[in-house]
């Protein structure tokens, strides 16, 4: 569940939806705990006021399609505590990032 950490933009919504360590939290404060078990593979699924929603995780981690029907995508720019994340060809903290996910460390 580690590869989805990081904020999250539903289509239509506003705020960021954020999964740190298998939780969701949503912007109003509210949370639900993210699980494999007994999901196919390439799923996840939570419980959420009561409701049982399984989602397919699609292009390479950055889309969630839910049970429900909404679609959530990665906001690649920001990381799972709000912070900006480092575009391709930036030097952030003494690491210049070459491409998505892929740091490299100058010493």
């Known amino acids: 569940l580690a590869m989805l950490d990081g904020a999250w933009r539903r289509q239509a919504a506003s705020g960021h939806i954020i999964i740190e360590g298998g939780r969701v939290t949503w912007p109003n404060g509210s949370s639900a705990n993210l699980s494999t078990e007994g999901a196919c593979p390439g799923e996840v699924s939570m419980v ?35 912070s900006r994340r480092p575009l391709p060809g930036e030097i952030m903290n003494g690491a210049i990032l070459l491409e998505e996910g892929l740091p490299v460390t100058f010493r």
């Open 48 to 82: 959420y006021q009561g409701q049982v929603f399984t989602c397919t995780i699609h292009d390479r981690g950055n889309r969630m399609a839910w049970s429900d029907g909404e679609t959530w995508v990665r906001d690649k720019e920001y990381d799972g505590m709000g």
